[in-house]
């Protein structure tokens, strides 16, 4: 099961919502929308994806990294480590 299971719908209702806006930022860019325009809804589309990042993030740590925890060994080594991961990636962007 993924850790994301008990909050399914919400990042789906968050990743339509995403889909929705990057077809409105295609249509101002079809439109020939001043730039600053296009950048403003890009950046906040930008920060809707980090949103909804987190929140899969969220509960990979509550969920996922803290079962492989509760066991130990090396699966909860490799947990932590795919974690460390997952968040240098978000930090990058």
Partial sequence: MAGYAE????VLR??????AQ??????????DVHCLDVLT???????????????LLD????CCVTEAIAEGGDAAKAKVGEATLA?????RT
Avoid at 7 to 10: F, P
Avoid at 41 to 55: K, N, P
Avoid at 59 to 62: I, N, Q
């Fill in 7 to 10: 909050h399914k719908e919400d």
């Fill in 14 to 19: 968050s990743l339509r919502r995403i889909e």
């Fill in 22 to 31: 990057v077809r409105d930022v295609q249509r101002m860019v079809a439109e």
């Fill in 41 to 55: 809804r890009v950046s906040a589309l930008g920060a809707d994806l980090q949103s909804c990042a987190v929140t």
């Fill in 59 to 62: 509960d990979h740590l509550t």
């Fill in 87 to 91: 968040i240098a990636r978000l930090i």
